[in-house]
């Protein structure tokens, strides 16, 4: 198929695409969902009365929820009727009318959360990234804590400071610990880190308590990604996470995309899971291939910088966990889901310097620095620094989907 809407060369919205949003406008303020393609967003409420009924409502409503409430066999009939519509020849291409009506322009467009987030689960499933932190920890000879090949490991995390991308960030204040003191001092982060990670959106009826999803169903249970940076004060993190693990550290903000890419159209690139060296429990066990070679990067721009310098180029097809078995282990104690529950990643990191996902890695807890563009240094984001992560899949064909870019900005703390 091939789109009447012009789509620019090296688009990450080609017609094979067809991410989801949700967006408003200078001159309707309501929320609606969209479908980018090329440079414009196809306002999905303003032609929801050429879909099957049982789907229109969810088209016309201000967030994803509904219509990833709808499930798997009704996502793709949606998505069918979408790539129809789009396509030359179409009914649509040839109503300039209800083109007018339905097209916006994305820089026109304000984006907004994709759906309401009522839980939201942050994992540890990269096994270069765990390796990395437990060496500077605890070092080589205990880098992975006893449980990690065993359990796709994770916290519950803060859905209310999930925001989506353009949302300026605020450095928190904190306690820490500094070197050599044995007394906690309280005052600004010091050490505020990214975190690049990939989540997913739950779909499907929501689950009752005490009901599982197992690794073989879960594959319907995952409507898409988008990019993800889970900011981190590591020496607020460092104080705190013991006995329980992220706490504050981890609530001051929490950025996505505002795109979120299907598993449909992510098919075309998946890849082996990785390969796990400890058999996990039987009900973690999958032959499916659910892993997926999208290229990730992360760039750094100072506030006094022309250009960002890009310090990380990584891959999701590095983490240990796959998204199935990630479902599979959260639920089995009868955790019950609900759509638009977000899932993420944890940090993911590569097997080569250039490839790791945190400053905290990238730095080595401090003791190396990063050479910017515009000549100055980091070890970890200063006030100014505007953080951008990029994603994408491109075949050898030139078929390239992508996830746009999950961005945000660091401001200074706010003074007591």
């Not at 992975?144 to 925001?163: D, F, T």
């Not at 639920?331 to 990191?349: F, Q």
Request: hydrophobic share 40%; glycine share 8%.
């Amino acid at each position: 198929m091939t789109s009447f809407v012009q789509v620019p060369a090296g688009s990450d919205f080609p017609l094979e695409n067809l991410p989801y949003g949700v967006f408003s406008t200078a001159d309707n303020a309501k929320h609606r969902i969209g479908n980018a393609i090329g440079d414009h967003i196809l306002d999905l409420s303003a032609v929801a009365h050429l879909y099957p009924n049982n789907v229109q409502a969810a088209l016309r409503s201000e967030t994803l929820n509904d219509l990833m409430s709808l499930g798997y066999d009704n996502w793709k009939v949606v998505r069918d009727v979408t790539r129809s519509l789009l396509s030359t020849g179409s009914p649509l291409a040839n109503d300039l009318a209800l083109q007018k009506a339905s097209l916006v322009h994305q820089k026109d467009a304000t984006m907004h959360l994709p759906a309401t987030i009522g839980d939201y689960t942050d994992f540890y499933s990269s096994i270069h990234h765990a390796t990395n932190v437990g060496i500077m920890f605890r070092g080589k000879e205990n880098a992975l804590m006893p449980n990690w090949k065993h359990i796709p490991v994770g916290y519950h995390g803060r859905a209310s400071s999930v925001v989506v991308s353009g949302t300026p960030i605020r450095r928190p204040y904190g306690q820490t610990l500094p070197v050599d003191a044995t007394e906690p001092v309280f005052g600004p982060c010091r050490l505020l880190d990214f975190e690049l990670e990939m989540a997913f959106f739950i779909g499907g009826p929501p689950t009752n308590l005490g009901e599982r999803v197992t690794v073989n169903e879960a594959a319907k249970r995952v409507f898409g990604f988008s990019l993800m940076n889970d900011w981190s004060a590591r020496d607020i993190q460092k104080w705190e996470y013991v006995p329980l693990g992220p706490f504050t550290a981890k609530n001051l903000g929490t950025t996505i995309s505002p795109w979120v890419v299907t598993t449909f159209a992510l098919e075309p690139f998946l890849v082996d899971n990785y390969p796990q060296d400890v058999k996990p429990f039987p009900y973690l066990q999958h032959e499916q291939k659910f892993n997926f070679d999208i290229k990730l990067e992360v760039d750094v721009k100072p506030e006094n910088a022309s250009t960002p310098t890009t310090i990380c180029r990584s891959n999701f097809r590095h983490l240990y966990w796959t998204p199935l078995q990630q479902i599979a282990h959260h639920t089995v104690t009868g955790c019950n889901l609900k759509p638009g529950d977000l899932m993420a990643s944890g940090t993911i990191s590569g097997d080569t310097a250039d490839s790791f996902g945190s400053m905290l890695e990238l730095c080595w807890k401090g003791t190396k620095e990063i050479q910017l563009n515009n000549g100055d240094t980091r070890k970890f984001l200063k006030d100014g620094d505007e953080v951008i992560i990029r994603g994408w899949c491109e075949n050898a064909n030139g078929l390239r989907i992508g996830f746009g870019q999950s961005a945000g900005k660091v401001l200074p703390a706010i003074p007591f």
